[in-house]
Nanobody
Framework: QVQLVESGGGLVQAGGSLRLSCVASGTRFGLVVMGWYRQPPGKSRELVAVNTVGGNTDLADSVKGRFTLSREYAKNTVYLQMNSLRDEDTAVYYC??????????WGQGTQVTVSS
C-alpha cells in the first residue's frame, strides 16, 4: 500500500515563500505521476503541478512563474517550491501519486495560509 506523507505547510505573509515536500512509501518503482493539487476554501480540488516519468511537468497557469515542482525519483519524493505567494494560494495542498497500473493515492493534506 502506497502512503504519501506531506510536510512544509503553514502560515506565511503575502509575497513570502514555502516549500512543500511529499514522500511516498510502500513502493520503490511504478510511480508514474507525482505532484500536487489544492483545495481552496469553498472550492473544488484543482491541479497545481504534476510530474510524469520522462520529465514532463504540468503547472496550473495561476502558478506559472511562481511555483516550481521538482522530483527525486530515487527517493520517491516530490517538492513544491512556492514563491511570491498570494492570498488566493490559501488552500489545503494534497500530494498525489499515480501508479503504472492506474491506482491513485492522496496524502492527508497540508494547510497553506497566506495572509495579506
Amino acid at each position: 500500500q502506497v502512503q504519501l506523507v506531506e510536510s512544509g505547510g503553514g502560515l506565511v505573509q503575502a509575497g513570502g515563500s514555502l516549500r512543500l515536500s511529499c514522500v511516498a512509501s510502500g513502493t520503490r518503482f511504478g510511480l508514474v505521476v507525482m505532484g500536487w493539487y489544492r483545495q481552496p476554501p469553498g472550492k473544488s480540488r484543482e491541479l497545481v503541478a504534476v510530474n510524469t516519468v520522462g520529465g514532463n511537468t504540468d503547472l496550473a497557469d495561476s502558478v506559472k512563474g511562481r511555483f516550481t515542482l521538482s522530483r527525486e525519483y530515487a527517493k520517491n519524493t516530490v517538492y513544491l517550491q512556492m514563491n511570491s505567494l498570494r492570498d488566493e494560494d490559501t488552500a489545503v495542498y494534497y500530494c498525489h501519486a499515480r501508479m503504472m497500473g492506474g491506482n491513485t493515492y492522496w496524502g492527508q493534506g497540508t494547510q497553506v495560509t497566506v495572509s495579506s
